[in-house]
Structure formats: C-alpha cells, structure tokens
C-alpha cells in the first residue's frame, strides 16, 4: 500500500534515542488511519543507528548528501508520502505533535511546529534559546517572512511542493532555504504552537557560532531568493 504520510528522520548515531521513542511516534501514526512509512536518513552512524531503525519496521536509506542539509534532500527524495513530516531523531521533538501537524496538513504546503508563536515554548538553555530567538526575530524581518520560527525542523510538506525545491544548503540553515524557496514558487506557509524539550540521548551535531555565522550569510544569499 503506498504510504500517504511519510514521517523523515535525519540520524547521526541516535540509536538509544531511537530505541526510545520509535515506539511513541509508531503508536502515533496508528492514531491517523492513513497509510504511512519512518524513513531514517543514516549519515554514516557508528553506533547502530541504522539496525536500530531496522529493527523498529523503519525503511533506512544511507545519506548521500553532506551534512544535515544533505540528509534533509536526501530523505525528501526518497520520501513515498503524499506529506513528508521531518523530525529530528534526538527525542526533542514531541511524538504527539503528529497528529497536530497532520491535521493542519491543509493550510499551507509547508506548516511549521513553532517555538514562539502562542502557546509554544522552548526547553534549553538561556544562551542557545536567545539566539535562536534572535536569530528567527532578525531573518523575519530581513525577509518579511509569515513565519516566527523558521528554523524549527518539526515541520510537514505538502509533497508537491517540496520535492522539487533546489536544495543546497548542508547545514541546519537548510530548513530556512525550504521555506524561502517555497515562498518564492508561490507557496504558503503556517504554523503550529509546540513546545521543544530535551534530546533523549546522544550529542547534538549543531555548534552555535558557526551556525550563527552561517545564518548571516543565509540571510544575504535568500534575500535575493
């Protein structure tokens, strides 16, 4: 049966995260009553990542693409759903947003679990919670965006409209690019109150300042997106 829903995983060596909550976000999709897949993008994990994945009924692909934006295009080429919901792999993002972000499916081609529209909230600390702020607040500006929390990778794709975006980026500034090239084909985009809580396991792969200087050179390449 060909899945309508897609659920995308990039993963760099999260197999105790994985193990742990693989089961909440299968009991979750069960809850729609729609045909649906777990893809995990493996970038090369050492830990058993991708036998983790296996082993919980996920299809694993291994990344082709560097860095996490390299994961990100890989998974959505791969992806057999009508909508692709991309979740990190670390446990931060909530199983139970599934149902909210499926059912906001219709609103726009790209809907975003948002950190700092109402009712959102964000569990880390003060530094990495204030530039992410800041970060969001400065790019909404810069290029009149719809949208509070650009770099949120808890987000769902109409299918159509993200395949065949010309992405680049190889780094977490790929979910800005998305949105910045759906915008320009003429796309819509929304967003979901969510509130973003602790990995479950393993490291984070993000380094703030050279994300930070990556993001100010986003800003100049998608303004003149």
């Known amino acids: 049966m060909t899945a309508v829903l897609t659920l995308m995983c990039p993963a760099l060596n999260e197999a105790e995260s994985l193990k742990t909550f693989l089961p909440k976000i299968k009991s979750e999709l069960d809850r729609l009553g729609v045909p649906w897949e777990i893809l995990v993008v493996d970038g090369g994990s050492s830990d058993g990542t991708a036998q983790a994945a296996r082993a919980a009924g996920c299809r694993v692909v291994a990344q082709k693409n560097p860095g996490f934006g390299g994961a990100v295009k890989d998974g959505i080429a791969e992806a057999r759903g009508e909508y692709i919901l991309e979740m990190d792999a670390d446990g931060s993002h909530p199983p139970e947003m599934i149902p ?17 529209v109402a009712g959102g909230s964000a569990q880390m600390s003060a530094l990495r919670y204030g530039l992410s702020w800041l970060l969001n607040k400065v790019t909404r500006f ?17 299918a159509a409209a993200v395949k065949p975006l010309p992405l680049s980026a190889s780094d977490f500034v ?7 090239l759906i915008l320009r084909a003429g796309g819509s985009a929304a967003e979901v109150p969510f ?4 990995r479950v396991g393993g490291r984070s792969k993000a380094r ?5 200087v990556s993001y100010l050179k986003m800003l100049w390449r998608l303004k003149r997106l």
């Open 174 to 180: 790929v979910q800005q690019e998305a949105l910045a």
């Open 100 to 116: 909210t972000l499926w059912e906001a499916r219709s609103k726009a081609d790209l809907v975003i679990a948002s950190r700092y």
């Open 195 to 198: 509130r973003y809580g602790e």
């Open 142 to 158: 810069w290029l009149a965006w719809p949208v509070l929390d650009a770099s949120s990778g808890l987000r769902i794709y109409r």
């Open 208 to 212: 703030v300042l050279p994300l930070a």
